[in-house]
């Protein structure tokens, strides 16, 4: 074809391959186009069309199709090929019949071998404008996907230029991004859209999430942590039921002595302590030890704190050192619950007993025991080193845990009464049998505590209320102190030289002499002179002893009555 116009050819064909592809005819006027036949099967070899016009001198190839008429149409058909990316059609090598044109747009076709060969479906819509494949591999492969630019097609001008359906153009991007070749320069694409990034908002999706689970974990463990699980958990347990309790069980016991139970605090002389005391009657007088009260200078100094946490000042009555003894009294003070008082010489090894106090300043504390022993000779005192403030108790045993701070609290019964006043403790490594009023430290119970008979301190008590003063039974003899011997015996001189032995006294008029040696009091064996004085002052003054003596190897049995002395 040499009208002028440019050829442009994709790939030249072989000889007998472009034999076989028929041209079109020349239309009257000499300008029209040339169609091309549509793509075929590749189909066994036919003769020679011999309606087919001769082939060119040069092999026919698929060609641009140009509209030949004025120069400016032929521009206008160049800018459209530059400006609108056509269809490709690729060439069969051999092809029966040329395809039909769309319905919408009529197009000449060559006339038919008589007998033609069955059509097959085309690879792809026939391209109007004969644009040739750019590409490999060859006439059916198929074209790639090329991308159209939004727009309309001007119509071509001229007879015989059908203008064919232009598919409407969707608005917006185009669905590829390669490069057009035939596009015009300069003419950009329109940019891709950004795609957002999705590492990014999975990792914030996943920090999310981790918050989320974090705080959501977090709320059921702190459940799971209080309640045991998730679950509601219930532990068995008794039903409510009666709180009281027999009288003579150990709550019995506390429940009916504690209001009769007070605490004292006492200031002075540089120190403090604590110790306990017990209600004696309505008029406010309570009992406790000597050695609790004896460092108050005032009545100022001395504090009583009830069970029932009612706190009131009080004023010393009495107190004897001897006996270790004291009673202070309260005033102003309603509801008063005086503890009943039993009998010490009832008291028998093995009974029970409940001992009240504050051990260590922790008041109203309760312990149990049973009574270990009775009348052991217990001494307590003598920080001041002339013997003045020993004191001489005949005690009862008991292994109810008693500490620092139980002095002067009571030892009850079975039957919630006194039975006695808890005065001492044995230390562990300590020496001699005194306790809390001892010059040994403070130690704990190792279940050794003393206790002064009831009957005695009852006796003491009611001459201090009386009085302010306690008075001692005596025998009238000076005891020799430093004697080794089994018993407590009888000096050769007093004190300050005077006779051992009172005239007139209890024991000249028995007929006791200076040398002898003490051995039993009313049957009790006596092993030294501290025994005697114990044993001799758990009497009243005015009761009757028997003392087995022994006197220059012979045993003898002397009878007297107990005198009375004023005790300090």
Request: proline share 13%; charged share 20%.
């Amino acid at each position: 074809m040499n009208n002028g116009k440019p050829n442009w050819w994709s790939r030249p064909s072989s000889t007998p391959e472009a034999a076989r592809i028929p041209s079109p005819p020349p239309s009257g006027d000499g300008e029209g186009d040339f169609p091309l036949p549509a793509p075929q099967p590749q189909a066994a070899p036919e003769p020679p069309v011999a309606a087919a016009p001769a082939a060119p001198a040069e092999p026919p190839v698929p060609s641009v199709v140009l509209t030949k008429g004025d120069p400016q149409e032929q521009d206008q058909d160049q800018v459209r090929g530059q400006d609108q990316v056509q269809d490709r059609v690729q060439v069969p090598e051999q092809a029966q019949d040329p395809a039909p044109e769309p319905a919408s747009t009529p197009v000449p076709v060559p006339p038919a071998d008589p007998a033609p060969a069955p059509q097959a479906q085309p690879l792809h819509a026939p391209d109007e404008y004969r644009t040739p494949p750019y590409g490999e591999p060859g006439p059916w492969a198929p074209a790639p996907p090329v991308q159209r630019l939004p727009g309309p097609v001007p119509p071509q001008q001229g007879p015989g230029h059908p203008v064919p359906p232009v598919p409407p153009q969707p608005r917006g991007p185009a669905p590829w991004g390669q490069y057009d070749p035939w596009g015009v320069g300069g003419a950009a694409l329109p940019p891709a859209p950004a795609k957002r990034s999705r590492k990014g908002l999975a990792v914030a999706g996943a920090l999310v999430f981790a918050l989320l689970t974090g705080v959501i974990g977090g709320g059921i463990g702190a459940y799971v942590e209080r309640n045991g699980g998730l679950t509601t958990v219930e532990l068995p347990q008794a039903a409510a039921e009666d709180t009281g309790r027999a009288p003579d069980s150990v709550a019995g016991i506390a429940a009916s002595a504690l209001p009769g139970v007070v605490t004292l605090h006492v200031k002075g002389s540089g120190s403090s302590g604590t110790g306990t005391g017990f209600v004696l009657n309505t008029k406010g007088h309570i009992l406790t030890n000597n050695h609790v009260v004896d460092g108050a200078r005032s009545s100022a100094d001395i504090s009583v704190t009830f069970s029932s946490g009612e706190t009131a000042r009080a004023k010393l009555v009495g107190k004897d050192t001897g006996y270790d003894l004291a009673v202070v009294q309260v005033t102003g003070v309603s509801g008063l619950k005086p503890l009943p008082l039993g009998n010490s010489d009832n008291v028998r090894v093995g009974d029970p007993v409940v001992a009240i106090g504050a051990p260590f300043d922790l008041s109203n504390t309760v312990t149990s025991g049973i009574i270990s022993a009775k009348e052991r000779p217990i001494t307590a005192g003598g920080e001041k080193g002339d013997g003045s403030d020993i004191s001489y108790v005949d005690a009862l045993q008991t292994d109810a845990p008693i500490n620092p701070g139980n002095s002067g609290g009571p030892l009850l019964d079975s039957k919630a009464r006194v039975i006695g006043i808890n005065s001492a403790i044995r230390a562990a490594g300590g020496s001699g049998g005194d306790g809390e009023g001892g010059g040994a430290s403070q130690p704990g119970s190792i279940g050794l505590g003393f206790a002064i008979p009831i009957n005695q301190g009852k006796r003491v008590a009611e001459e201090l209320i009386r009085t302010g003063k306690a008075t001692h039974p005596v025998i009238g003899v000076s005891l020799d102190m430093q004697y080794n011997g089994d018993g407590a015996r009888v000096g050769e001189k007093g004190k300050d030289g005077t006779a051992s032995v009172t005239p007139g006294g209890p024991a000249a008029k028995a007929g006791l002499r200076p040398g002898d040696v003490i051995t039993k009091v009313d049957g009790q064996r006596v092993h030294n002179g501290e025994e005697l004085i114990v044993k001799i002052r758990a009497h009243r003054p005015g009761d009757r002893l028997e003392l087995t003596l022994n006197r220059d190897g012979k045993e003898l049995t002397k009878t007297l009555t107990l005198g009375s002395s004023q005790g300090t």
